[in-house]
């Protein structure tokens, strides 16, 4: 019986040894307080929803939205003007800057 406990429990360990580690934060600023989930992934260091990115791509002159994407630290809103002609709006991820219009 002891064996078989000291078995589970050393297998367990080196189950739990190769797992990555994972670290949590907290980041309080202006805006409050966040959980910072530890890793970044192809998000980066995004401040902007897809909504957000939407909205500023709306003032720019998109009326129907058919795609939004997500490159590197940029999103590409895609759809068509009032007119229906095609428009693709780059928006930078971090500070909401129109970087390119495409029609």
Known sequence: MRKTILAAVLAAAGAAAAMPAAAQGISIGPGGVR???????DRGDADLTRGDAVRIARREGLVDVDNVGRRGPR???E???????????VVDSRSGEVIDVRR
């Open 35 to 41: 959980v910072d989930p530890g890793y970044r992934g």
């Open 75 to 77: 999103f590409v809103v």
């Open 79 to 89: 759809g068509s003007d009032r007119r229906g002609n095609d428009i693709t709006v």
